[in-house]
């Protein structure tokens, strides 16, 4: 009984009250990501200048929100997203006269200041850092797996975009067999995974 109300409940957090009985929001699932993330404490980038190996490197954003790049020193990170990190460190070394037209470009390899959700039927439910490129596949795999109960190809994502909650149907099954494209997470997703109903 209990383990009937926590499913419940999980359910009409995730999906609302009729999104358990009925078919989600949509299952039209997005080709591309959109969201544009911003980093903070404890996440990781890389960055790579044209031509210049000793300029170039990884870099872990500190807890004042700032990095120390080489000859330059301090620069603050934090709230801004890949592309604005990189023209601050052109300007950097242009404005120190490091290099006259440095060509910068920002990676983001772990944001652990970002999360994504999984919930339901995996082994380890909980909340995981989004690394680059985390696919809903390698998200449910840190969650432990898929339970033999579960329900994959009736998967939910639930995903904040413009102000209003979306929720995408994903094929989980599917994607495992190679029959259809994998589904890249953005910050903040939630992946609820159902039990089947028998």
Known sequence: MLRWWLAA????????VTGCAGKPATTVLPSVTTTTSNLGP????????????????????AEDG???FPLVGRIEVAGRGAAEIA???ETALRDRKLLREPNVSVFLLEQTSAQVSVVGAVNKP????LTRGLTIIEAISAAGGLTPL???DNTIVTRKADGALKRFQVPVDAISEGRANDFRLEP???????????
């Not at 409940?9 to 609302?16: D, K, N, P, Q, S």
């Not at 909980?126 to 850092?129: F, L």
């Not at 903040?188 to 028998?198: K, N």
């Open 66 to 68: 700032s990095i120390n």
């Open 87 to 89: 023209k601050l460190i």
């Open 42 to 61: 404890g996440d990781t980038f890389e960055v790579s200048v044209y031509g210049e190996a000793d300029l170039s490197g990884k870099h872990r954003v």
């Open 188 to 198: 903040g997703d939630i992946v609820f995974v159902p039990e089947r109903i028998f």
């Open 126 to 129: 909980g909340s995981y850092p």
């Open 150 to 152: 579960a329900s994959g």
């Open 9 to 16: 409940a999980v359910c009409a957090a995730v999906l609302g």
